[in-house]
């Protein structure tokens, strides 16, 4: 037999690798997450096909000697589930070919610029209340009260009431939606971490069992009498 090995390699051949990895991986861009247990690396490396006692076998390069990505759990779902969808689903690059690409920038999460955006706009809010209060109270501090000042008393609180009926709703709705990214996200997490510990237990169960009965003395049949 010929064992002579046969090592091919070309541009467009690549290894593709799903991983899920357990830790922290710091932030990741396009997640409501500021913190995750676990994610996943999307890793393509350069390909060489060896051809070996009758058959082809396929090595990858080095560390993300191409690409490599991370995602987190919701992120890693969403690719999956959401096939042909705008743009496709935010991840965090990591390395180009086999180079290391600086960390995501450590900005606000979305829910936190809603939440901070809300609080500007009720800050501003109240301080035209106060305004408005204090040009009420000296009209109603006049000593002859005319149908102008009353005009300009309603239209104060009507805008006041503008503000509380249409932009306050629009901020909460946005707060709600960004809130629930976060639930989603942080179920989509609990859920992997979950799925992966039960996975491995059952796995390390099985092998446990496997050796017991590897190594359990072997019983001959009794044998029939005459």
Request: aromatic share 6%; net charge negative; proline share 3%.
């Amino acid at each position: 037999m010929d064992d002579r090995e046969e090592h091919e390699t070309h541009e467009s051949y690549v290894m593709v690798q799903f991983s899920r990895r357990q830790g922290n991986p710091g932030r990741l861009f396009g997640s409501s997450l500021r913190y995750h247990e676990s994610y996943v690396t999307l890793k393509v490396a350069r390909a060489e096909r060896v051809h070996s006692l009758g058959y082809d076998k396929y090595h990858a390069g080095s560390r993300g000697d191409v690409v490599e990505v991370d995602l987190s759990a919701a992120q890693f779902a969403e690719l999956l589930t959401t096939m042909n969808v705008g743009s496709g689903v935010p991840a965090t690059l990591r390395y180009v070919n086999g180079q290391k690409v600086a960390d995501p920038p450590d900005v606000a999460l979305e829910v936190e610029k809603v939440r901070e955006g809300f609080k500007q706009d009720m800050g501003k809010l109240a301080a035209k209340c106060k305004d408005d209060i204090r040009e009420v109270e000296e009209l109603l501090g006049k000593k002859s009260f005319t149908q102008s000042d009353r005009e300009v008393i309603l239209k104060k609180f009507r805008k006041v009431m503008m503000e509380v009926e249409s932009n306050t709703p629009f901020m909460l709705s946005q707060f709600e939606e960004a809130t629930e990214k976060v639930v989603q996200h942080a179920k989509a997490e609990v859920d992997a971490f979950v799925s992966h510990n039960v996975m491995a237990e059952g796995l390390r169960s099985l092998k446990e069992r496997a050796e017991a009965e590897a190594g359990a003395p072997q019983l001959l049949p009794k044998k029939e009498e005459a």
